[in-house]
Structures are given as C-alpha cells and as structure tokens.
C-alpha cells in the first residue's frame, strides 16, 4: 500500500538554528512529491514539490527539500528558522500514473519555532 | 478571484441538521476536490470533479455526504443529518490540468464544521 510517514509528531528549534522535518514514502514508481503548510485556521499552502531534475528542491519562505531515490525520503530544510515558521507541515506523493491524481498525505509535524 | 473560495469559514449544526458547503475554484480550473481534515490529522480524500463529472466518490464516508458541481465552476458539498463525527474542516481544492497536472492543488481556507 502507497504511504507517507512523518515520523516526527513536533519539531523544536530556536530561531536562527536550521530546521528538518522529515518525510519518507512508500510508492511504487517515481512520485511527485510536495510539501505544503498549514497555519492556524487557514487552508493548506504549497510550498514546493519535486517533478524532475536536481534534487535539492527551493520553495517559499526560504524552505528547500532534497530528494532521496534510494532513501525515499523528501526531507523539508530550512538554514534559519524564523519565529514564523511556526505551523504544522504535511508531505505528500502523487503517482506519476495521471489517473492516479490523488494526493497521498502524511499525518503532518508540528514544527515549533521558539524565539 | 486569485484564490479558491470556501463559504462560510465556520458552520455550527446541530446534530440531525443537513448542511451545504461551497467551493468556488480558480477560474478555469477543471478539477476539483473536496478533503476532509480531522483535527491534528492530514487531509482525507472525499471527492474528484474534473468539469462538472465527479469522477471519484470513493471517499465518501456515507451515503449522507453528496458533492455536486453542476456547471463546472461552483461546488457544494451537502451532508444530511449531520452526526458529530462528521465534526472537521472540509477543506476544497482546485487545479488547472485536469488528471495529468504534475503540480500540487491550491486549497482554499477551509469550513470548520461542528456538530453539536
């Protein structure tokens, strides 16, 4: 069965240190993989994604992501985290297949960005 | 508009009452798609238009839960005698390629319901 893990309910960091949030997958084939974020009360935002190519990605907010083939893992990086980080993340996996257009999601991290 | 639009942010039923949630995409967009979200949870696929055919329904978790999008454009998600697990944010998404987008969806905000 096609999965994302998180495996980090909530990530501490102070601000001006780098940030991880982790993501690992379990798909068959080559997926797109994105990540987005969730502030309090508000919808969910893109943040990036992997389609092909280099495999460190650059998104919004300063945030990047570098893709593992052989660790299927797409974690989310940042150099210096901001107070305003502070938001709950979610991973997810599409199949390259285009009648598979469901976005595969993980549980989300709770990053936590203390001043 | 430049986003997609959920209405209204927030809905408060009593247990036994039918409601109507609105989605209106980005304009053009062709698909669209309707999450559920528990909280502290990720999104749960519910539904999938491209156009005005829903083409996926399996998420659905009764037969209580209807989506309909009848001219392509505007959707509305209805569930009738609303229960307290239905209690969550049914967040609607939109994407400008139909099935062979290679790019994440843009959400809208979101309608928190309660039911009480």
């Known amino acids: 069965a096609q999965s994302v893990a998180q495996p980090e309910d909530q990530v501490n960091v102070a601000e001006g240190n780098p940030l991880t949030v982790k993501c690992t997958y379990s798909?068959?084939?080559?997926?797109?993989l994105f990540w987005y974020v969730q502030y309090p009360n508000r919808g969910l935002q893109f943040l990036l994604k992997?389609?092909?190519?280099d495999n460190l990605v650059k998104g919004s907010y300063g945030f990047e992501a570098e893709f593992n083939k052989s660790q299927t893992s797409f974690h989310l990086k940042k150099p210096s985290a901001l107070v305003s980080d502070s938001a709950l993340y979610f991973c997810?996996?599409?199949?390259?297949?285009?009648?598979?257009?469901?976005?595969?999601w993980g549980a989300g991290t709770k990053l936590i960005i203390k001043p | 508009g430049a986003g997609v639009s959920q209405s209204p942010r927030y809905k408060v039923a009593k247990r036994g009452q039918d409601v109507a949630l609105r989605c209106d995409p980005i304009?053009?967009?062709?698909?669209l798609f309707w999450y559920q979200q528990a909280l502290g949870q990720g999104p749960e696929f519910l539904t999938y238009?491209?156009?005005?055919?829903?083409?996926?329904k399996s998420g659905l978790p009764s037969d209580r839960f209807f989506a309909e999008r009848p001219e392509g454009s505007v959707s509305t998600l209805k569930i009738q005698r609303t229960q307290q697990e239905d209690s969550a944010v049914y967040l609607c998404?939109?994407?400008?390629?139909?099935?062979?987008?290679?790019?994440?969806?843009?959400f809208g905000s979101g309608t928190r319901l309660t039911v009480v």
């Open positions: 798909v068959s084939g080559n997926p797109y």
């Open positions: 998404a939109s994407s400008d390629a139909g099935q062979t987008t290679n790019y994440g969806y843009t």
């Open positions: 997810a996996v599409r199949d390259r297949v285009d009648s598979n257009y469901q976005l595969i």
């Open positions: 238009f491209q156009n005005e055919a829903q083409l996926d």
């Open positions: 992997y389609i092909t190519g």
């Open positions: 304009s053009g967009h062709v698909s």
